[in-house]
Structures are given as structure tokens and as C-alpha cells.
Nanobody, 117 residues
Framework: QVQLQESGPGLVKPSQTLSLTCTVS??????????WTWIRQSPGKGLEWMGS???????DYNPSLKTRTSISRVTAKNQVTLQLISATPEDTAVYYC?????????WGRGTQVTVSS
């Protein structure tokens, strides 16, 4: 059973870096069947894909966020990480990590991050 758990600070000050971790269990993040994604949902808006990372470490980003977003992994801990620099109040959202393989899709419960001074 694949499970994902997001973690990180719930409050970030403007201009700081928003950093989140997704801990994966039940699957190896280096398994070539999977890719891993960060998605967010701001208040009153739909889901927004932020970026993805595949088994090799190759990444792909939403063009609108590319200059501020970095997704990486800690293979020893089976974790996928997200960093969003220069946070603004518009980055306030529920952040989800998700994993996809041919068998299906797997979502974390999400974590609320508020950007405010």
C-alpha cells in the first residue's frame, strides 16, 4: 500500500523559502514505474500542478513557477522535497504530494501552508 505524508512549517514569512517534505512508504521513489508530483490548491482556486520528479531524478516544472520551484529527493529516506523561494501571500495553499504509476494514483492528505508576516 503506497502512502504519502507531507510535512513542513505551516507558516512562512513573505520573501522566505517554503520547504516541504513528502515521505513515501510502500514504494521506492527510485522505482521506474513511478513519478512524484507536488500540487497545490489555493483558497477558492483549483488544483495547480507545481512540478514532478521521476525515478532518475529528472524534474519538470510548471512554467509559471519554474523560476521559484525546486523539487528533489532524499533517496536514503525515501523522501521527495519541495522548495519554493521568495514566497508571497499568493502562495498560501494546501500543498499535496502525489505519486503515479500504471496501477493508479496515490495522494497525501495535504498540508496547509500560510504565507504571512
Amino acid at each position: 500500500q503506497v502512502q504519502l505524508q507531507e510535512s513542513g512549517p505551516g507558516l512562512v514569512k513573505p520573501s522566505q523559502t517554503l520547504s516541504l517534505t513528502c515521505t513515501v512508504s510502500g514504494a521506492d521513489i527510485t522505482n521506474s514505474d513511478f513519478f512524484w508530483t507536488w500540487i497545490r490548491q489555493s483558497p477558492g482556486k483549483g488544483l495547480e500542478w507545481m512540478g514532478s520528479i521521476i525515478y532518475s531524478g529528472k524534474t519538470d516544472y510548471n512554467p509559471s513557477l519554474k523560476t521559484r520551484t525546486s523539487i528533489s529527493r532524499v533517496t536514503a529516506k525515501n523522501q521527495v522535497t519541495l522548495q519554493l523561494i521568495s514566497a508571497t501571500p499568493e502562495d498560501t495553499a494546501v500543498y499535496y504530494c502525489a505519486g503515479f504509476d500504471p496501477a493508479g494514483r496515490y495522494w497525501g492528505r495535504g498540508t496547509q501552508v500560510t504565507v504571512s508576516s
